[in-house]
């Protein structure tokens, strides 16, 4: 079992940046495959990006490809998603999930374990 908490979140204006960081506690985190998900108010979670247990491969949504770069550190058991050229619709509660069952997941149904979330507000 692994433990999920997300941070770096926050308020950031319309082109800017932000990294979110996926710490997990455990010391299998290396063989599970990680996703970042968003979810806006009134809309369901959906996939961001997703990167498999040794980083090896990645996933990016349309919406996202280009803009944001998922990377792990398995040595620090932690997933990072780097958010550039940030527009207002990227606003939502950020969500990573683990999934020790899969290489590379793109569905919420992938992954066991979640984090708490944080919200990322990208102003125009």
């Known amino acids: 079992q692994v433990q999920l908490v997300e941070s770096g979140g926050g308020l950031v204006q319309a082109g800017g940046s932000l990294r979110l960081s996926c710490a997990a506690s455990?010391?299998?985190?290396?063989?599970?495959?990680v996703g970042w998900f968003s979810q806006a108010p009134g809309k369901e979670r959906q996939i961001v990006a997703a990167?498999?247990?040794?980083?090896?491969?990645?996933y990016y949504s349309d919406t996202v490809k280009g803009r944001f770069t998922i990377t792990r550190d398995n040595a620090k058991n932690t997933v990072y998603l780097q958010m550039n050229s940030l527009k207002p619709e990227d606003t939502a509660v950020y969500y990573c999930?683990?999934?020790?069952?899969?290489?590379?997941?793109?569905?919420?149904?992938?992954?066991?374990?979640w984090g708490q979330g944080t919200q990322v507000t990208v102003s125009s």
């Open positions: 999930a683990g999934g020790p069952r899969i290489l590379l997941g793109t569905m919420m149904s992938h992954y066991d374990y």
């Open positions: 990167i498999s247990r040794i980083g090896a491969s990645t």
């Open positions: 455990g010391r299998t985190f290396s063989s599970y495959a």
